[in-house]
């Protein structure tokens, strides 16, 4: 395959509280290659977002990375300074978040939004910036930029605020663009604008992207293969087509069989009875046996190990859908 | 539309302006927020009827009038043939006990302070119903009923997960008998799993009480799994009306059909074989909608002049399927049944 543009080995991210241990990530790996988009998804409390902020090494206190590795285009990120680091974010490594309007300071005009990460990362002149920033917006998709450069964020819609969000993350060019939940917020024909723009912009510019979403629907409209995640670990990964099509894992069939199907309105919805687990006090053996309806005395024996089945489709369960 | 004679809540030429102030002591008018702008459509008894589209199309301002949460600015809403906005004080109290809703977010919308016990058996405090040991008895029932044990009836909110808390909220609206129960993005807040519950648990409840249901949501699939009638609503206006199968096999109107193009789904096959449409541009501001047709601005089948002047009217295109475009001029019927919305703007 060749050397991957991201690889996270074995990632365990913790967050010690008052003498307890929160494993809200438990050993994930994963690998983004370049012009691949790669989805994470899970319900809330997989970990999925903490994961991609452990790659930027942005996880907020108490919580610390305490085992595994983190290689970016061969270089190992948690070896390096914090000063290489902050070269990175927002440079070769840039994310976007679930709220835009959180994640733009109000005080600033869409220019200085992003002629700041120019100016910062790629010293150019505010004049210069200004004129790659009006670039960007047009990119993106902002009719009219050149007027949009002198609003404000608030006085933007939600889309064009999440466009400007991907605009600054792409002002410098990254290898790697991570996004939060991007689209969560939006309405759908906004949203299916924004899916449609970063598959082109990964056609254009070569970029990887690692995609985190809870909405499977998402996974199969956008992304090339996807990682599911529970409770801190990797249930199941592979092509997309392999893995929404043909799931292996119990948790994965009972995610796709509990949402409402278009066109199949009379089939009954299947819910996944019972909570997922609480992170400071994890189960032995596979984290899903509570809720599995194939589970067997053995699943809550050992860790479950992840298996690959061939095709890069690989299954964390002893007991896999055939 | 298409309610008969039979129709529980009749809607007719509703409208909903907020006005905006504008100016440094707020004293001027700077116009109004359309919200809902001249809807007619009716709620057959037993029926649940799903009401579709984007944030800022009026959707769930149209919900809050029919509870009588906000007064429209103009028209009529009329329950079981009377108007609602004449009611009696005996007739309101009656009415308020008649409509419940389920709200979106399951968080914000119970009393932290009190236990759900306590949530479930307020409505019938206000309304005096089940007095006594029968009240207790009542809530009990309710919330097994929802599927929560009747021994939970002394936790607090908190220690619910949301889709128990959403449990809980269907439990109060149903703590009165009520006729008619209005969702409001009943399940948007929730996780895949406890969606999937909530879901199941409308459809048994509107099955076990005959409950006449208005579910309003942005998404699609929970709609087509819910309801028996569609209605898509676009700033302020209906661009369609159909029977739901109909609605997803043969949709009419581009913005309904763009809408359904849309909808994520899981199955990466539909989601390669079916027709994309990405619109272009921004949902436009209800304080100035476009002229015409609401929708010329982003139509994917925008037929030029017409579009842009005349104003499309919401017409039975096939028997019980309205849409409101002018691809379908020709192919229309004479409307039957209720009068087609008029253009309202005139008389504010």
Redesign the interface.
Known sequence: MGAALLEVEDLHTHFLLKGKVVRAVNGVSFSVQRGEILGIAGESGAGKSVACLSILRLVPNPGRIVRGRILFAGEDLLAKSERRMRELRGQAVSMVFEDPLNSLDPAFTVGDLIGETLVLHKAMTMRAARGKASELLRLVGIPDPDRRLDNYPHELSGGMQQRVMIAIALSCDPALLIADNPTTALDVTIQIQILDLVKQLRDRLGMGVLWITHDLGVVAKLCDRVVIMYAGEVMEHGDVYAVLKHPRHPYTRRLIDALPKLGRPEQRLLPIDGRPPDPANLPAGCPFAPRCYKAKPECRDGSVPLVDTGGGHGVRCLYPEE | MDGGPAALIQVRDLVKHFPVRGGLLARRSAGAVRAVDGITFDIGRGETVGLVG??GCGKTTTGRMIMKLIPPTAGEIYFDGRPIAALSPEQEKSYRRQVQMVFQDPFSSLNPRMTVGNIIAYPMRIQDAYTGPARDQRVRELLELVGLSRYQANWYPHEF?GGERQRVGIATALALDPTFVFCDEPVSSL???????I??LL?DIRKEFNLTILIVT?N???V???SDRVIVMYLGKLVEIAA??EL?RDTLHPYSK??????????????RERA?I??R???PSPLDPPSGCRFHTRCQSYLGDVCREVEPELREIRPGHFAACHLYAEAATTPTGAEPPRALDHMI
């Open positions: 984007e944030s997960s996780d895949v799993s406890a969606q999937a519950q879901l199941n459809k942005h699609l699939s929970v087509e799994y819910l739901t199968a997803y763009a809408l359904v193009s849309a909808i994520p789904t899981p199955d990466p096959d539909v989601e994309q990405i619109l541009g921004e949902i």
